[in-house]
Every structure is written in structure tokens, then in C-alpha cells.
């Protein structure tokens, strides 16, 4: 992690690179929150 954000300093993309992160972090956490509420709906 460490080692992939001084190179992405390096290279000048930085914050489309973090953009991108917020971006998968926003998915995984859609994913989560409808797995969620599937395994409610099932279990109940």
C-alpha cells in the first residue's frame, strides 16, 4: 500500500488515484449493504 502511493506521488496521478480509491471503496460498500439486506431478506 505504502510502497504503491510513492509511486503513484512520483508519477503525478495522485489524485485520480484516490478518486479511483473512493470510487472502489464506494462500490465494495454498495456490494456489502445489498448482501446484506439479500441475506435479511432470506433469513427471515
Known sequence: MH???SLNA???S???DVDQFTFNNQQ???DI???NKL????HN
Open 10 to 12: 512520483t508519477s503525478g
Open 39 to 42: 441475506y435479511v431478506l432470506m
Open 28 to 30: 465494495i460498500a454498495g
Open 14 to 16: 495522485k489524485l485520480s
Open 3 to 5: 510502497q504503491r502511493f
Open 33 to 35: 449493504f445489498f448482501l
